[in-house]
Every structure is written in C-alpha cells, then in structure tokens.
C-alpha cells in the first residue's frame, strides 16, 4: 500500500511565523503536489514538483514556497503565516502510469 | 480551461435509499477519471478508477460509470448506510505535467438514519 504522511493533522500557528508542513511517500513517486482545501473553493493547487530540486507554481502561490530536497519528501512552507491561510492542506502523489493519485491525511492548519 | 463540475452540491438521504451522483469534465488529454471519497478531516481516498474504454465499474455498493463521448461519469451508492456519509469528489487525471489533476468541487453527501 502507498503510503503518504504528512507530519501533523492538526497545527495552530500565530500570525507571521514560518510555518513548514512536511509530506513523505515511499513509494518513489516523481510527481508530487501541495493543494488547500477549503469550504466552497474544493482543492485548490499551490505547488507541485515533478522531480527532485524540481517545483512549479500551481493556482495559488502566492504566500508559499517549497522545497523537494529528496524524491520521497515535499515540503510547503508559509513565509510569514497569516489568518487567510488557515485552512486544510493535503498533500498528493501520482505515479508514473498517471492511474492514481494518493493523499495524505491533510494537516488542518489554524493561523490566529 | 480543464474543469470538473459534479452535481448536487449536497444531497439527503435516508439510511437504505440509492442515490446517484454527476461529474461532467473537460479535461485533455484525459488519462482516466477517479471518484474518492473523503471523510470530514481526512484527505480523499479512491473507490474506483475509470479509464477510457471502461463503461461500468463496481466496487461493493458503488458503481461508476463512464460516458467518454459526453464526458460524463457517474458513482451509483446503493443501500445507503451511515458511513456512507462524506463528501465524493470526480477527480480526472490528465497525461500533461501543468494539469495532472482536476478536482471537482465535490459532493457533500449525508444520510440519516
């Protein structure tokens, strides 16, 4: 079974601190994204990489960076976090055949 | 622009009762359709996969089907159950690296006992 963890369900944050949620996959996937999903918006697309070092800026950049260092590791990091980033993020995978896409359990994130 | 819309939003059953629900895409190049489906807090997992030249597929009490001229799918759930409760989101994987995955805006499914 793939698995895909992201680091914590649940985090509470204050405003402008840097805040880093951490994706991992073992199953050696190339393709990997970072989506927030919101009420009424459904998942919106931040960023993506299709290959270490490698990312691509999504719908929604803006405020968000991240780093893909290893194949197995995708980090979403938020600068100077801020309350209209409070939302849930999941992380995805894909692989090569483009037959399934695996989530993680998403990380509900609280910016006060 | 690749979209994904699914039809209802919400729906209300009651506990026993079939329900049906819509994904019309426009997505190129389509590589297969999936329907997930996630349980409040937690990320989406697949119930089946459609590709091309699949028309029905089932898995238990669901079954999906495709119509890859309309560009519709549908996800049939038969004999409701309780935990059938969640929200079902069409997800169409595409073969181009910019736009793998279009996400439907999901459908927000409850059923009562």
């Known amino acids: 079974d793939v698995k895909v963890t992201q680091s914590s369900r649940y985090l509470v944050k204050r405003t402008g601190e840097k805040v880093f949620l951490e994706c991992v996959q073992d199953?050696?996937?190339?393709?990997m994204f970072w989506y927030r999903q919101d009420p009424g918006l459904g998942l919106r697309l931040i960023y993506f990489?299709?290959?270490?070092?490698?990312?691509e800026k999504g719908d929604i950049p803006e405020g968000y960076s991240v780093s893909r260092e290893k194949k197995e590791r995708f980090s979403l990091i938020l600068e100077s976090a801020s309350t209209n980033q409070t939302s849930m993020y999941l992380c995805?995978?894909?692989?090569?055949?483009?037959?399934?896409?695996?989530f993680g359990q998403g990380t509900r994130l609280t910016v006060v | 622009k690749n979209q994904v819309e699914q039809s209802p939003q919400s729906l209300i059953i009651l506990e026993g009762k079939n329900c049906t629900l819509q994904?019309?895409?426009?997505?190129?190049?389509?590589?297969?359709l999936r329907w997930y489906k996630q349980d409040t807090g937690r990320g989406p997992v697949s119930l089946t996969i459609?590709?091309?030249?699949?028309n029905t597929k089932s898995n238990g009490r669901y079954t999906a089907t495709l119509d890859a001229d309309t560009k519709q799918s549908s996800l049939h759930i038969t004999a409701s159950q309780l935990s059938d409760s969640a929200s079902y989101i069409c997800?169409?994987?595409?073969?181009?690296?910019?736009?793998?995955?279009?996400f439907g805006g999901g459908t927000r499914l409850m059923v009562k006992p």
């Open positions: 199953m050696d996937h190339e393709n």
């Open positions: 990489s299709y290959d270490v070092k490698m990312k």
């Open positions: 995805a995978t894909i692989e090569g055949g483009h037959t399934e896409a695996f």
């Open positions: 994904c019309n895409y426009t997505v190129s190049p389509f590589s297969n």
């Open positions: 459609m590709t091309f030249s699949e």
């Open positions: 997800v169409v994987i595409s073969s181009n690296a910019g736009n793998m995955l279009t």
